[in-house]
C-alpha cells in the first residue's frame, strides 16, 4: 500500500508541478519569429469554379472582371453588385423596402415553415424581399433601377416582390426619369399561391403609370427569367436587352418536350436564340451595359422632352 501511494506521489505529466510546456523548438524562441511561420487559414472561398468549364478561378480576379469567366459564363450577381456595377462609380440612393407587406398570408403548409425560409433567406441575402430598387444616375441621366435577386428564394414573385416594384415604378414617375429593371425568377411564389399571380396584373398598371408619364422603360433579362415574369413585366419593355446566354422562359424545356413530344433545338430558350427571333431586342455584355443603357436612357429622354416642347 505504501508503495502505491509513494507511485501516485511522484510528480509526473499532468501532476502536481503542472502540466509540460508544448511547442517544440518554436517555443524557445522569439513569439514574432514564431508567428511569421505559423500556418495561416486560406479562405474556403479563394477559388471559384466556372459552371461551364470546370476552371477554377481566383475570386479576386473574377470579382474584377464582374463575376465574367474568362470562357464567357456569366455567373449569378446579387442586387448590390448589380446596382453598383450599373450606376456612376457605384453611388445610389437606395429606396427604403415597402412596408404593411402580409409575410405569410396563406399560413401555407410545408417541409419547412414558410416564415423559416423568409426569415433565413433575409438574414442570408440582408434584404426584405427578392426585389432591391435604387435612385442612381447611369452616365449621368438620372434613373430608377430595380434588382431581382435570384438568391433570395429563386427571385419569385410575390406580394413584397409586387409592392416593391409598384414602388419603384411610382418612383420614376415622381422624378421624372426612366425606369430600368434587372429580372431574374424562377416564377411566381407558390407558398402565397393566387396572391404572388395577383402581382401580375399589378405591376401591368404600375407599368401603365409609367408610360402614361411618357418615360422609358428597359428590361434587362439575366440568367434566369422564366414563369410569371416572363409572362408580366418582363416582356413590357420598350426595350429589351439580356446577357450572354441567359435562359429566358416560361415553362421549362422538359415540360416542353413532354407536352409537345418533340425535341427542341440547340440554344433554344438563351437570349441569342430569342434574339434571331425578336423576342429579345439585343444580347449585351456585363461590362457594356452601363454604356449601352446610357444611350438608349438619353435618346429616349430626348424624344419625350422633344414631344412635351411640340
Known amino acids: 500500500m505504501a508503495m502505491a501511494e509513494q507511485r501516485n506521489d511522484k510528480p509526473g505529466k499532468g501532476g502536481p508541478s503542472g502540466p509540460r510546456e508544448r511547442g517544440g523548438w518554436l517555443a524557445k524562441i522569439a513569439p514574432g519569429v514564431r508567428n511569421l511561420v505559423a500556418k495561416r487559414e486560406t ?16 475570386r479576386s480576379d473574377l470579382e474584377a472582371a464582374l463575376w465574367v469567366t474568362p470562357s464567357g459564363s456569366h455567373m449569378r450577381i446579387g442586387a448590390e453588385q448589380r446596382l453598383r456595377y450599373t450606376f456612376d462609380d457605384g ?7 415597402p412596408t404593411g407587406v402580409v409575410d405569410d398570408p396563406l399560413k401555407f403548409p410545408d417541409v419547412r415553415p414558410y416564415m423559416e425560409r423568409l426569415k433565413a433567406a433575409r438574414k442570408t441575402i440582408g434584404s426584405q424581399d427578392a426585389m432591391v430598387s435604387a435612385y442612381g444616375t447611369i452616365k449621368g441621366q438620372g434613373a430608377v433601377v430595380s434588382v431581382q435577386d435570384f438568391a433570395f428564394m429563386g427571385g419569385s414573385l410575390g406580394i413584397g416582390v409586387g409592392e416593391a416594384f409598384i414602388k419603384a415604378a411610382q418612383e420614376a414617375v415622381r ?3 426612366p425606369y430600368v429593371i434587372f ?11 393566387t396572391l404572388a399571380l395577383m402581382q401580375m ?11 402614361a408619364a411618357g418615360l422609358p422603360y428597359i428590361v434587362v433579362l439575366t440568367d434566369p427569367t422564366t414563369g410569371g415574369v416572363t409572362a408580366s413585366y418582363a416582356m413590357l419593355g420598350d426595350i429589351h436587352l439580356a446577357e450572354p446566354n441567359a435562359m429566358i422562359a416560361f415553362a421549362g424545356r422538359r415540360v416542353i418536350e413532354q407536352t409537345i413530344r418533340e425535341v427542341l433545338p440547340v440554344g433554344f430558350q438563351r437570349a441569342e436564340f430569342l434574339v434571331e427571333r425578336g423576342m429579345v431586342d439585343r444580347v449585351v455584355t456585363r461590362a457594356e451595359l452601363p454604356q449601352v443603357l446610357g ?5 429616349l429622354m430626348m424624344g419625350r422632352a422633344r414631344s412635351k416642347a411640340a
Open 43 to 58: 479562405p474556403e472561398n479563394l477559388w471559384v469554379k466556372c459552371p461551364d468549364t470546370g476552371e477554377m478561378i481566383y
Open 91 to 97: 453611388a445610389y440612393e437606395k429606396l427604403a423596402a
Open 175 to 177: 422624378r421624372e426619369v
Open 183 to 193: 429580372t431574374a425568377a424562377g416564377g411566381a411564389r407558390m407558398q402565397e399561391g
Open 201 to 211: 396584373a399589378r405591376t401591368t398598371l404600375a407599368l401603365n403609370e409609367v408610360k
Open 295 to 299: 444611350s438608349l436612357l438619353k435618346t
